[in-house]
């Protein structure tokens, strides 16, 4: 190949790949678990989506609950990790996994694709402050890929409307903010323009009884808190069981690992001190 035309190749691969995510190494276990989920979801393919969803999630049942998996990296990277999850990378992974089993192309390349659209803002890893670190955010980027539908407010939601500013009032709790001033001052301008939406709609902790039986299985749940500049705590996926029961799968830091848990999704929210409610999301 000629110099020219290799410098060429490679400046189109860095415009479509950025080099953050053309240098992310793939641990074996990662590699392993990857191929055994595969392996798996093979027969499911054809299944409607929330079957694909919900096998894709009882797969990670029993993975150890690992909080800042994220964060380890000063720079931002693309994280593959599925051995050990928290709330979060729990729901992005499932949600990953099952768009690429669905839509036939289960490769690591896909996978790490998805993972970028659906973590980052536009799609794009660029820095820190272009990953999604707020629910409502994640959730309001997604809908707008067409991968989610918020249907709290049809669900008699209410709205929310006080300011999320959680991470720039608290620099210090984060290090890739506790010394970047400029990176802390993206990370404000995004919470502006969330602000400036207006806010979210979410169900609230008292009706979530009544509307159990239209909140689908599998949909996404985020549980809206009470704590000031911030809009959720914790995540997870609906998840009817046998009995008919709305409960919840999701990778708990009680019991530390992915689990369905025991309790109803209601009883659930009613059961934490802050918890207001919850966003729903239907996976499309």
């Known amino acids: 190949m000629k110099l020219t035309n290799y410098f060429?190749?490679?400046?189109?691969?860095?415009?479509?790949?950025?080099?953050?995510?053309?240098?992310?190494?793939?641990?074996?276990?990662?590699?392993?678990?990857?191929?055994?989920?595969?392996?798996?979801?093979a027969p499911y393919q054809s299944e409607p989506l929330e079957t694909i969803l919900e096998q894709t999630a009882l797969f990670f049942l029993g993975t150890p609950y690992v909080a800042s998996t994220l964060d380890k990296n000063m720079e931002e990277?693309?994280?593959?990790?599925?051995?050990?999850?928290?709330?979060?990378?729990?729901?992005?992974?499932?949600?990953?996994?099952?768009?690429?089993a669905r839509h036939n192309k289960l490769s690591l390349d896909y996978f790490m694709e998805k993972l970028t659209e659906i973590r980052y803002r536009n799609s794009q890893l660029t820095d820190y402050a272009s990953r999604l670190h707020y629910t409502s955010d994640w959730m309001f980027e997604n809908a707008?890929?067409?991968?989610?539908?918020?249907?709290?407010?049809?669900?008699?939601?209410?709205?929310?409307?006080?300011?999320?500013?959680?991470?720039?009032?608290?620099?210090?709790?984060?290090k890739q903010l506790a010394s970047d001033e400029a990176m802390?001052?993206?990370?404000?301008?995004?919470?502006?323009?969330?602000?400036n939406r207006g806010g979210f709609y979410y169900l609230p902790k008292e009706q979530i009884a009544k509307q159990a039986k239209d909140i689908p299985h599998m949909a996404i749940v985020g549980?809206?808190?009470?704590?000031?500049g911030l809009d959720t705590t914790h995540v997870g996926?609906?998840?009817?069981?046998?009995?008919?029961?709305?409960g919840f799968i999701h990778a708990s830091s009680v019991q530390?690992?992915?689990?369905?848990?025991?309790?109803?999704l209601s009883d659930y929210c009613h059961s934490q001190k802050?918890?207001?409610?919850?966003?729903?999301?239907r996976v499309l």
């Open 237 to 246: 996926f609906a998840y009817r069981k046998k009995n008919g029961e709305l």
């Open 274 to 281: 802050n918890c207001k409610g919850i966003i729903v999301a």
């Open 144 to 174: 707008k890929k067409g991968l989610l539908q918020n249907i709290s407010e049809e669900l008699s939601g209410v709205k929310e409307t006080k300011r999320i500013n959680f991470m720039s009032n608290h620099q210090t709790a984060y």
């Open 8 to 41: 060429l190749l490679t400046a189109i691969l860095l415009l479509l790949f950025p080099k953050n995510i053309v240098s992310q190494t793939v641990a074996d276990i990662d590699q392993q678990l990857f191929n055994k989920y595969a392996e798996q979801i």
């Open 77 to 100: 990277q693309l994280v593959v990790n599925i051995h050990e999850l928290d709330c979060f990378t729990f729901v992005e992974n499932v949600l990953a996994l099952s768009s690429i």
């Open 256 to 264: 530390m690992e992915v689990v369905i848990d025991t309790m109803s």
């Open 184 to 195: 802390l001052e993206k990370i404000a301008q995004q919470e502006d323009i969330m602000n």
């Open 223 to 228: 549980f809206v808190t009470a704590i000031d």
